[in-house]
């Protein structure tokens, strides 16, 4: 099993940053996959940054070069700096871990963290 908590978020004004982090305990090493995911009111959760193995990064086109995801030294916790926050990136985000344990496919959420981008 695997637990992720979330942190960092809170109401920011547009064009500022927040900095969310994700503590991953348990059987961390059975996780090759880390990301963030969103749901605003009334949407479904749709993703917004992944990274694979610690390196190999993608993001949703809404967030590509604001936001920026990142591991830490550990490897142990995932990081989404968020530059030059809109309006629209007003959601509550989800961190997620996907491994394989004994062949099959784990997948681990967070309990969500808000975001209210607002002036």
């Known amino acids: 099993q695997v637990q992720l908590v979330e942190s960092g978020g809170g109401l920011v004004q547009p064009g500022g940053s927040l900095r969310l982090s994700c503590a991953a305990s348990g059987s961390i090493s059975s996780i090759n996959v880390m990301g963030w995911y969103r749901q605003a009111p009334g949407k479904q959760r749709e993703l917004v940054a992944v990274?694979?193995?610690?390196?190999?990064?993608n993001y949703a086109d809404s967030v590509k070069g604001r936001f920026t995801i990142s591991i830490g030294n550990a490897r142990n916790t995932v990081y989404l700096q968020m530059n030059s926050l809109k309006a629209e990136d007003t959601a509550v985000y989800y961190c997620?871990?996907?491994?394989?344990?004994?062949?099959?496919?784990?997948?681990?959420w967070g309990q969500g963290t808000q975001v209210t981008v607002s002036s």
């Open positions: 997620n871990a996907n491994g394989v344990v004994d062949g099959t496919l784990r997948i681990y």
């Open positions: 990274i694979n193995s610690g390196v190999a990064t």
